[in-house]
Structure formats: structure tokens, C-alpha cells
């Protein structure tokens, strides 16, 4: 598993982030001296582990959590305030769905989206399509994003498959239509779901 370990100030603010890469069949303990993560002020571990299912899991002092792809745990005891993210590993190199954690595929897009794709990246378990900006406009069309001149972004609890970092959400308009759709400024993509094609391209 892939753990984004944020150390944050009183008001929610990262101070510090560190990325771990930890084998599944070991615990991973986050606390004082001696543990895999130290944080200085931490009486008692915190525990991460990967339950028979999948699942993986937040223990701390007989309280247990699960740790999913879609949002981040907040966690604070002893005066120490962390955000705890699992993120998408490189899953048969395509990443991992940001939507639902589904293993990303590679696919051919057909039927009522011939016309929007050929090769795409997608998520055989919740339907989502990861589109790279250089080639949107041959599977969209001509489009913009009319949230590019907003003075503030809106970021979503869900991150990007190649760089982790939060998605931010955009609306896009083309000749067709528009939706609300998810992206990544630092690696160009753009994350859809079939109701978003058919409101960009028309297809119904």
C-alpha cells in the first residue's frame, strides 16, 4: 500500500507530507520513537494493516477505522493533527480508478462512444475514463473550462492516479453541452463518468 502522511497546524494546514510505500503483510505503526512514522508527541501508536478482504485499517487505542481511495482520515490525540491518505499504487502501470480504487484498464471506447475514443484508461468497476488533456479535444471536441479564470479552485478528497495530488473540479463546456467534471492541473488529465460524455459530446 502507498500512504500520504500529512502533519498538520491547529487550523487543518499541512506542515509536513511524506509519501510511504509499505508491504501489505506487515503492520505499520505511526507514534513515538521506534515506530515505522515518528511523530514527536504521540503516546500510542497508531496502526495501519490490511485486513483479509482488502480492506485497510486504522487502529488506535481500541478504535478502528477504514482507510479508502475516496477521502482521507483526519486524525488528532495528543496534541498531534495528521491526515492519513491511501494512495493508487502503479496497478499494471494504468494507476488506480481515483473514484472508486478499481485497478484502471486499458480499453476501446464503442458504441455510443466510437466517436469519443478509441484507447482510453478506465475503470472497469465504476465506469470512470481518464482522458489526457492533449488528446481531449479529438474525443470531446472543441471544449473550455470555464471555472480556468475562477479566483479560487475547488479541490476534491479525491487524487490523481499519477501524481496524488487532489483533483480539482471544472466545468466544461463544448458545443453539445456541459458537465462538472474532475482534472489534474499538474498532469493534465481529466476524470469522466459516461453521464459526462453524454452531456459533452450529445450521445444519448
Known sequence: MRLLIEELDSHGHAITSRVVDHRDSTLFRIGPAGADHEVPGMESALVIYRKNGGRVMLSYARHE?????????????DGVWLRLSLLSGDVGGLGLC?????????????????????????????????????????????????????????VTPRRC?????????SILRTAKGESEV??????ELLVLERPDLDLLVGDR
Open 65 to 77: 477505522r477504514e482507510l479508502t481511495f475516496a477521502e482521507g482520515v483526519d486524525f488528532s490525540a
Open 161 to 169: 492516479p499519477e501524481c496524488a495530488n487532489p483533483l480539482k473540479r
Open 98 to 154: 481515483p473514484r472508486c480504487g478499481g485497478a484502471l484498464r486499458q480499453s476501446l471506447g464503442g458504441g455510443a462512444y466510437r466517436s469519443v475514443a478509441r484507447s482510453i484508461r478506465s475503470c472497469p468497476t465504476c465506469g470512470a475514463q481518464i482522458l489526457e488533456l492533449a488528446e481531449a479535444a479529438m474525443k470531446l471536441g472543441n471544449f473550455v473550462d470555464a471555472t480556468s479564470t475562477d479566483f479560487f479552485t475547488v
Open 182 to 187: 474532475e482534472r489534474c492541473i499538474t498532469c
